[in-house]
């Protein structure tokens, strides 16, 4: 398995605002995930990100809103710029471990309130 | 891309009955079908995946099953216990040339085991 640190674990934001989340896996990894849970709700990927290159952003998600840094293959931070109650969710990172990366993890998740 | 739906939404069972949580997948070319419990929380735990190689993986008190003809897969949970109760995802994606891919999850089964 794979030992997975986001951190805050749990926030009160402020409108308009800005916070960085960050994820530490404990093994390299080529590729992490970052997805969103808004609450009572299924898990929404994000943007992939890989180490060297642009985050890749899902429909729906963009750069300036979500900007995504992955300095080495170990590290990843997800901004939520600007925020406003509807961003109010869970934030959840999330890896492929083992052989051939295909088995996948997720954090414990940040829990970010905008008020 | 790929759609999942899963089903019932909720599910409440006696302690020690089973519970079989449902799947089904849009997209043939997945290959790579897990299922998460998320605990009020905290974040989405791994508990049992299932490849497209295989038809059925069990563990203890836990199994999938997979139907690839018909694009579905199972959870089934026997003689449940009060802390088994938990929100289910069941996920599905494509697993090739030894990278991760993005996971496509359902809506989530809350499951309640009555004491």
């Known amino acids: 398995s794979a030992v997975i640190s986001q951190k805050p674990s749990r926030d009160i934001c402020q409108r308009g605002t800005s916070l960085t989340i960050q994820c530490q896996v404990d093994s390299q990894v080529t590729m992490m995930f970052w997805y969103r849970q808004q609450p009572g709700q299924s898990l929404t990927l994000i943007a992939t990100a890989n180490q060297g290159s642009e985050a890749t952003y899902e429909s729906g998600f963009v750069i300036d809103k979500f900007p995504i840094s992955r300095p080495n293959l170990t590290f990843s931070t997800l901004t939520v710029s600007n925020m406003s109650p509807e961003d109010s969710s869970i934030y959840l990172c999330?890896?492929?471990?083992?052989?051939?990366?295909?088995?996948?993890?997720f954090g414990e998740g940040s829990w970010l309130t905008v008020v | 891309g790929e759609n999942v739906e899963q089903h019932p939404s909720t599910l409440s069972v006696q302690e020690g009955d089973s519970a079989v949580i449902k799947c089904t997948y849009s997209d043939s070319a997945s290959n790579y079908f897990p299922w998460y419990k998320q605990e009020l929380g905290k974040g989405p735990q791994l508990i049992i995946d299932?490849?497209?190689?295989?038809g059925e993986k069990k563990d203890q008190r836990i199994a999938v099953t997979l139907n690839k003809t018909a694009k579905h897969f199972s959870l089934h949970i026997t003689e449940t216990q009060p802390e088994d109760s938990a929100v289910y995802f069941c996920?599905?994606?494509?697993?090739?040339?030894?990278?991760?891919?993005?996971?496509?999850f359902g809506s989530g089964t809350q499951l309640t085991v009555l004491p």
């Open positions: 299932i490849r497209s190689n295989v």
């Open positions: 999330s890896v492929g471990i083992g052989q051939s990366g295909n088995t996948i993890y």
């Open positions: 996920a599905a994606t494509q697993i090739s040339s030894g990278s991760a891919r993005q996971l496509t």
